[in-house]
């Protein structure tokens, strides 16, 4: 419309309601199309307006004019272009062209045509140009001219516009020759149709000349005939209209369509540039992606196996847990079944408590009165204690002081002769040596000790008579157990053991040990005990706390390493020191508070030996009479103490300066005599048990002499009657300790619910379990305490040995003591006894007879009777020991103690003080 010069109006002036630009565009279009229908062939005039020709009425010279002639004036083929129904793309486009060309071409702006380069009007006269050219710019261009002659009044024109005018005038008159051709061709047209119309016309004029009727129905139908024709003109002008519109609307389409198009274009190389990029990151993208995805397949079969695992894990779980429920279930029913079996038990022991706590509140009452009566009869039951503990020591020291216990070790495998110095061994401690050398009288010599093991006997054996003395260490007295005999007799086998020997080989150190610790647990009731305390006991010599026999062990084992051993020709394995295990006991009553010192000496003695026989030389022979001489020095002490001496020589060797404690005094010595039978070693073994028969003898010989043998059998009687005293004190211990169990086990019962039993470990709970007739079973009125006091089992067999060794024709073995005869060099021991002659009376006892004595003893009794009885008892028997000791060497006399002496006499007292 913009080219076109027409007013427009926008889409907004609608929507505003602005109808005047609609209008004056509406108003626009019509008058062009007016003027359109006025050049139109049909019209008859192309060229002017529809009021004459613009150049005839002046307006022609008028550049608006012009412009407005132009602009109205589409070409031939604008005009054909409008007039076809239906315009194509290109056409359309064509003609927006040409209508453009002509205006640039023909439109001078401003000056004048004669001013034209010739180049412009060579443009300008193109065929095509001209062909192209509207008439009206065409008549313009002649009027231009035109005017500009009139203007210059007659001047030439330049010949390039005159060709210019030829030109533009010929092709003017070539369309209106065209023109003319085509109207006379319309004309002609017009004409047919005229006549055509004349015809019709002419028949309807018959028709209704014919009929007045059928001249209305034919007037009627012409009617609508021109109606119809109206109509139709009016629908063509309003399709041409309509037609237009299109156009205008087209062209729009096609600007909107290149933009589009062009919009499109760019879009899509955006969009391919875009896809390309989306392609390339797709790639990667799918790339990764695949590999991702790989990964999470690989995890999710990871996963899957993860899942059937725990799945199966679940199941087996399950299936547990519902086992386990099941269990549980059961487990429950089963809870809440016995929950309700409780509840009535519970109720009824309720109901049993109540009557419990009453019956039981009047049974406290009742107890409180018998626990006074207990708390007196305990305190009681510690005082007999202590007496008995007293008595039995009392009655140890009657067995002696001392004892001898002989020991003869069997061949060894290696031995080669085996040819035996020992012809007889007794029961009750004979034991008989013979010469092979000798003969006649001389050939046989007897002895007579506590006790003879044989070769055959066990280390148990041998140790179960020592049992007693370990107990008596406990109760606070000194002990020593050595063993002495000449080198390889078996010193080390007894009181040690072989080497790497089993618990039953095990010597008198290692069973000692043992009991020594389980005694005094078992007393730990009423005694406290520290074994070994700190401290020193010699120099060079150090004590350790010791709480067990292996910590004991250990500190042998120490000792040990440090004692020489070496080879002799007599001892493969000869110990060349003295061995003494020391050990201290301190113990404290818990009961009085009263305090107790013990102490045990195990000693295993170096061997003596006949430095001619053991080949001894140079150190060794240094060695041997070191040995010898501190065994000399032990063997006068023990006689100085035999006989009393004032002055006691323990400060003559090392040895006995250790001894010194377990020495003398209150003092028990046990000492084995070794003896190796070899009828080789049969000069040693004379003097060995010419030194222990001495030894044995000490009190005897140290005894005074006494002539009132008759004494002995009132003593006897004594001592039977305060052994029967001793058991009944027994008797009421174990009534005590029966009433104390009885106490415990019913305080134990309140506090625990148990009536059973209790486990009592103080070692007198035995005895409570034991019928009275049981307890007496054994023989012996105080058997009852065979277990706390074994040493009571023996005293049989020592009063028997003492009757056997009393009774024994051969008095020769009892030698008297003798501090000077300790010589080991010449293997003999001289005899020097004093010339004793008095005979023995006749003396025994039957034991059953003293047990009507004494059935109650008060305690000022027992303090005063029973000490002093014993005291006079020893004494007394000391004298008839002595008078059965002197007899030794009065063969009449032999045989009057043999004749005389009393199956039943018992052993006489061996002390020391
Ligand atoms: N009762 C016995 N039964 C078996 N073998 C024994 C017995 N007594 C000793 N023996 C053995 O005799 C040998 C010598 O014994 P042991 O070493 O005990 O003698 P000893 O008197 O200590 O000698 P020494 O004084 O030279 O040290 C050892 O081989 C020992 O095993």
Redo the contacts with the bound molecule.
């Keep these: 419309m913009d080219e076109l010069g027409i007013l427009k109006f926008e889409l907004s002036d609608l929507e505003k309601g602005s109808m005047k630009n609609v209008m004056d565009c509406l108003s626009t279009l019509r008058a062009q199309f007016a003027y359109m229908g006025v050049v139109s062939p049909i019209g008859g005039n192309k060229y002017g307006s529809p009021h004459g020709d613009a150049s005839s009425n002046g307006l022609s010279s008028s550049p608006t004019f012009r412009e407005e002639k132009q602009k109205i004036s589409p070409d031939s083929k604008t005009q054909q272009a409008l007039r076809s129904p239906v315009m194509t793309e290109s056409s359309a486009a064509s003609m927006h062209h040409v209508v453009h060309k002509f205006h640039e071409v023909f439109q001078l702006k401003q000056g004048r045509y004669s001013d034209l380069s010739a180049a412009k009007i060579s443009e300008m006269m193109k065929s095509n140009s001209l062909d192209n050219a509207p008439t009206q710019s065409l008549l313009s261009v002649v009027n231009g001219i035109l005017d500009e002659s009139i203007e210059r009044k007659n001047d030439k024109i330049p010949h390039r516009v005159a060709c210019l005018l030829r030109k533009v005038v010929q092709e003017i008159e070539r369309r209106i020759s065209t023109q003319a051709e085509h109207l006379r061709t319309q004309n002609n047209l017009f004409k047919v149709r005229e006549e055509k119309y004349q015809l019709r016309i002419r028949v309807l004029e018959a028709l209704a000349s014919g009929t007045g009727e059928e001249r209305g129905v034919v007037m009627d139908r012409l009617q609508q005939i021109k109606i119809e024709k109206s109509k139709i003109e009016e629908e063509k002008k309003t399709g041409v209209e309509h037609v237009a519109k299109l156009i205008k609307e087209q062209e729009q389409r096609d600007v909107e369509l290149s933009d589009l198009k062009q919009e499109l274009k760019l879009a899509k190389q955006t969009h391919e540039l875009h896809c390309l990029q989306m392609e390339t990151e797709a790639k990667a993208a799918k790339d990764g992606l695949e590999g991702r995805m790989k990964e999470l397949e690989i995890l999710l079969e990871d996963s899957r196996n993860q899942v059937r695992v725990l799945e199966a894990y679940s199941q087996s779980k399950s299936n547990m847990f519902n086992k386990k429920e099941h269990i549980f279930k059961s487990f429950v029913e089963f809870q809440f079944g016995a929950l309700k079996e409780l509840m009535l038990s519970s109720k009824s022991i309720k109901h049993e408590i109540l009557q419990v706590q009453k019956s039981n509140l009047e049974e406290f009452n009742d107890l409180g009165v018998k626990l006074k009566a207990l708390i007196d009869a305990t305190r009681d039951y510690h005082i007999v204690l202590a007496e008995n503990r007293r008595m039995f020591n009392e009655l140890q020291e009657l067995k002696g002081n001392i004892r001898v216990y002989c020991?003869i070790?069997?061949f060894?495998p290696g031995q080669a002769a085996k040819h035996t110095t020992v012809e007889y061994i007794g029961e009750h401690g004979e034991l008989a040596i013979v010469n092979p050398s000798k003969q006649g009288k001389d050939r046989r010599r007897n002895f007579k000790f506590n006790k003879i093991f044989g070769?055959e006997s066990t280390q148990a054996e041998v140790y179960s008579d020592t049992q007693p003395l370990i107990r008596s260490v406990l109760d606070g007295y000194g002990v020593c157990i050595f063993a002495y005999?000449q080198?390889?007799?078996?010193?080390?086998?007894?009181m040690t053991g072989?080497n790497g020997a089993s618990e039953e080989d095990w010597g008198v150190n290692y069973r000692a040990l043992n009991d020594l610790f389980s005694i005094s647990q078992n007393r730990r009731n009423s005694f406290l005990y520290e074994i070994q305390p700190n401290g020193l006991a010699v120099p060079d010599a150090s004590m350790h706390p010791v709480t067990s026999t292996s910590d004991v062990l250990e500190l042998i084992g120490v000792g040990l390493k440090n004692r020489a051993v070496g080879a002799?020709a007599?001892?493969e394995?000869?110990?060349r020191s003295h061995s003494v295990v020391s050990i201290h006991v301190r113990g404290k009553d818990l009961l009085s508070g009263a305090a107790l010192h013990g102490n045990l000496h195990l000693v295993?003695l170096?061997?003596s030996e006949r430095v001619d026989r053991s080949e001894a030389t140079g150190d060794r022979l240094k060695e041997a009479q070191h040995i010898n001489k501190s065994l000399s020095a032990l063997g006068d002490v023990i006689f100085s103490l035999a006989q009393k001496n004032s002055h006691v020589p323990y400060r003559n060797s090392k040895l006995t300066q250790l001894l010194q404690s377990s020495l003398g005094g209150q003092a028990k010595t046990l000492m084995f005599v070794?003896l190796n039978p070899d009828v080789s070693s049969y000069s040693e073994t004379i003097s060995t048990l010419k030194f222990a028969e001495r030894v044995s003898g000490v009190e005897l010989g140290a005894a005074r002499s006494s002539k009132e043998g008759r004494d002995v059998r009132e003593l006897m009687d004594q001592l039977a009657s305060l052994k029967d005293t001793i058991a009944r004190k027994d008797d009421e211990i174990e009534q005590l300790q029966l009433i104390k169990d009885h106490k415990n086990d019913y305080t134990g019962s309140m506090r625990y619910g148990d009536s059973s039993a209790s486990n009592d470990s103080s070692g007198v709970v035995p005895h409570r379990t034991r019928k009275p007739s049981d307890r007496r079973s054994v023989g012996s009125e105080t058997s009852a305490y065979q277990e706390s006091i074994p040493e009571f089992s023996d005293k049989h067999s020592e009063a028997g040995s003492q009757q056997s060794k009393l009774s024994d024709g051969d008095t020769g073995h009892m030698s008297s003591a003798d501090s000077e005869i300790l010589r080991f060099e010449d293997g003999d021991y001289e005899d020097r006894s004093s010339d004793i002659s008095d005979a023995v009376p006749s003396v025994g006892t039957d034991p059953d007879g003293a047990t009507d004595q004494s059935t109650k003893l008060s305690e000022p009794f027992r303090k005063s009777k029973v000490a002093s009885t014993i005291r006079l008892l020893q004494n007394q028997t000391q004298n008839a020991s002595k008078t059965v000791m002197v007899s030794r060497d009065n063969p009449k006399g032999s045989t009057s103690i043999k004749n005389t002496i009393n199956s039943n006499l018992v052993k006489p007292p061996k002390r020391w003080q």
């Design positions: 020991r070790r069997p060894l070769p005999g080198t390889g007799s078996g010193k080390t086998y007894t072989p002799t007599m001892n394995r000869s110990s295993d170096a061997g070794q």
